[in-house]
């Protein structure tokens, strides 16, 4: 079945998905009207409302006059496309308006809505593959940001409200590759989020660690320079001590890789009667596993002495520390921050 197939994202695109008909829904009040009924189809709205929103220089009788023609054109068009039947497209009368949701249409916008309901309320650390794929697709949808060139009040409070959706995927997708080392594609989406709102400090942070766990220390470091000079031109401050106390962690190579997960390897798959060809390497990524255990032990002996002898040493110079907790996928890692403890007043 034909549909009307339009695109908000970027520049505004109203086309039937039989290619061999024209665009020609080519009048901007028509537009306005039918991507502002696409944006709120859940509701009906008045005449009234409609055309005091669309003309408002204009008094209440001319206003709905122009309305009644506006209509007539979107319904023409929509006839010249091969919609015989306006009717399937809007459901007018005559007092209301609104989208027929069940008609044939296709919006980019409401399938991108659509996704992001589905994992709205889905943990990060519960997102399935299934899930992660629709997220996926539902960034591939966002080809910029809601009717770029428009600038009427309703479509920028749209705009915020989707770029803010947007931002929220991305940061599920970026925790979930983080999770599953699927880290270069992390940084892809960490990279999409900038463009979107280079000033954000935690997707900074996040690449930074993404670059490392890449085993790419440079460009780690050269991910922080970039933050530094974003937070200094926009918003005239320094990246705040969480992340120069990563940016340290990452130079002295003291940022431990999180261990492989137990759904990439499991000790208590059930291996096929028949064959023992996996065997060999399961057992070297148990020694792997083991390897590492071994370090990280050594390495929390050294950090417990050398907190001990910080805390001996702030005993006497009247300092404590603080610890910071940051994240690698799913491994916890501790900093510690000297701050001077208050002496009492006597």
């Keep these: 079945m034909e549909k009307l197939h339009v695109l908000l994202f970027g520049k505004l695109s109203i086309a039937s998905t039989d290619t061999n008909r024209p665009t020609v829904i080519n009048n901007y009040k028509v537009q306005e009207l039918l991507c502002f009924l696409l944006l709120n189809q859940r509701k009906p709205f008045s005449r009234e409302y409609l055309a005091t929103l669309l003309w408002p220089e204009n008094g209440s009788f001319q206003a709905k006059k122009y309305l009644r023609k506006t209509l007539w054109q979107f319904q023409t068009g929509l006839q010249k496309l091969g919609f015989p039947d306006g009717q399937t497209i809007l459901n007018i009368d005559a007092e209301w308006c609104q989208i027929n949701q069940s008609g044939p249409l296709w919006c980019d916008v409401t399938a991108f809505e659509q996704a992001f309901a589905i994992t709205r309320d889905t943990l990060d650390s519960q997102l399935t593959p299934e899930k992660a794929q629709q997220l996926q697709e539902a960034v591939n949808l966002y080809q910029g940001d809601l009717l770029e060139g428009w600038y009427q ?32 594609l992390g940084v892809f989406y960490g990279q999409k989020s900038l463009r979107c709102d280079p000033a954000r400090e935690r997707t900074h942070r996040r690449l930074m660690k993404m670059h490392y766990l890449c085993s790419n220390r440079t460009e780690a470091v050269r991910q922080f320079r970039q933050c530094r000079q974003i937070l200094q031109q926009e918003l005239n401050v320094q990246p705040t001590e969480r992340t120069h106390l990563l940016l340290e962690h990452i130079k002295t190579d003291r940022l431990p890789k999180p261990l492989p997960r137990k759904s990439q390897w499991q000790s208590s798959e059930k291996l096929p009667s028949n064959s023992f060809a996996e065997l060999p390497d399961i057992l070297q990524r148990l020694e792997h596993a083991s390897q590492q255990l ?29 610890t910071v907790e940051e994240t690698v996928g799913e491994t916890a890692v501790l900093y510690t921050v000297p701050i001077t403890q208050q002496k009492p007043k006597i």
Aim: charged share 35%.
């Design 153 to 184: 009040d309703w479509c920028l409070l749209e705009r915020e409200r989707l770029q803010r959706i947007y931002l929220l995927i991305l940061d599920k997708l970026i925790n979930y590759c983080a999770r599953h080392e699927r880290y270069e």
């Design 294 to 322: 071994a370090t990280i032990q050594n390495q929390m002996k050294q950090d417990i002495e050398a907190v001990k002898q910080h805390w001996r040493h702030s005993k006497i110079n009247g300092t404590v520390e603080e």
